[in-house]
């Protein structure tokens, strides 16, 4: 009998040896693990504490799922989540793949996007009663940078009350013939074990520029292959939230249906986004609120949060942060203009339930 975390058995001694894949602890053996741990009065103050106990326990086998949970209440006196989480931070970075998202993002601090909120919490927040057949599986983000694509993946784990693991696609890549596969599958197994879980992956071209090239020996190519069978066929309840700058640079094999739930395109604020972004980040850097708003007309959300930090940062009134700024869509018009109609009727609109650039109802503003 050969114990090991991998299977490296020689050529000539395969055929001797049958492999048995242990599954990790399920909820039940850790629940096991964590009550025969707290025998002590007072070390599980509430049931909630002790599920998100679970949830950090989740990935890890059995010793460490022990460990950890001994560690924390032998130096704290209590089963308490919030280091569990910090030592499952740690245990991920380490992995050089993923990276557990604790921030403080939420929808609060979001302006706009009302049609992509409510669409990923109707269904996140009702998955007690989805079956295989009705998984799910994420969405895919498009739109210029500093509208909110990142600030949204990252707010939305923390209103479904999911963890968010980052990935970071540029980190897959390996040096080695056959890693990359290999860092592919380990960080998709890592997510599956964290279910339910929001996987966020920022700017996924980064890692199908070499699709259908022989620039890279075929590495995006087989990558590219390995992440759309796991899309395609996995069970877990992983929600991917995936960004893009421009959908015409993505395989149209990757954007049909059945990869996500829905494609949205994240526009340029309206004018009704923007006052409400304006009011959030005045608030948040405790500006004068009677100050008249500078003229924002091609500015994102990134640009008016960076204008409200910069009229904090100097003291200084809004107007006189100005300068400072440079939207995206003067430097980059062409391109931002060329996305825009690359995607009108192609895509939804992450503002108001429809195609994004079809006609407007009669008394509603058309967007562009």
């Not at 490296?8 to 096991?32: C, M, N």
């Not at 990935?59 to 989540?81: C, E, I, K, L, N």
């Amino acid at each position: 009998m050969v114990l090991s975390p991998a299977v490296q058995v020689p050529v000539d001694l395969e055929k001797l040896f049958v492999v048995l894949a242990h599954e990790l602890p399920t909820r039940e053996q850790l629940e096991v693990i964590a009550r025969g741990i707290a025998t002590e009065d007072g070390e599980v103050t509430k049931r909630d504490s002790v599920a998100d106990c679970f949830r950090y326990c989740r990935r890890a086998d059995a010793v460490r799922s022990r460990g950890g949970v001994s560690f924390v209440a032998g130096a704290t006196r209590h089963h308490r989540p919030e280091p569990l989480w910090e030592l499952k931070a740690q245990r991920l970075t380490k992995s050089g793949l993923l990276q557990l998202h604790r921030g403080g993002h939420s929808f609060d601090n979001l302006g706009g996007l009302k049609a992509l909120k409510a669409f990923c919490k109707r269904w996140l927040l009702h998955t007690g009663r989805l079956t295989s057949l009705k998984r799910l599986r994420g969405v895919l983000l498009l739109g210029v940078p500093g509208v909110g694509k990142s600030a949204f993946a990252k707010a939305l784990g923390t209103e479904t009350g999911r963890p968010t693991l980052v990935l970071d696609v540029g980190a897959l890549f390996g040096s080695l013939v056959g890693q990359t596969e290999q860092n592919v599958w380990k960080a998709l197994r890592i997510a599956k074990a964290m279910a339910r879980c929001v996987l966020f992956i920022d700017e996924i071209k980064k890692g199908l520029i070499g699709v259908g090239g022989a620039s890279d020996s075929g590495v995006s190519s087989r990558l590219f292959g390995t992440f759309l069978t796991w899309l395609n066929d996995h069970q877990s309840e992983v929600h991917v939230v995936a960004t893009c700058y421009d959908i015409s640079r993505l395989p149209p094999e990757f954007s049909r249906a059945e990869r996500f739930e829905g494609i949205f395109f994240l526009d340029l604020p309206s004018p009704e986004e923007k006052a409400a972004i304006w009011s959030l980040y005045r608030d948040q850097y405790e500006l004068d609120a009677e100050q008249a708003v500078p003229v924002d007309e091609h500015w994102t959300g990134a640009e008016i949060r960076a204008c409200c930090r910069l009229a904090a940062l100097l003291d200084v009134p809004l107007k006189d942060a100005v300068p400072q700024i440079v939207p995206i869509a003067v430097t980059a018009a062409e391109s931002v203009e060329r996305l825009r109609t690359c995607v009108s009727g192609r895509c939804l609109s992450a503002e108001v339930p429809r195609l994004y650039g079809r006609a407007a109802p009669a008394g509603e503003t058309p967007r562009r």
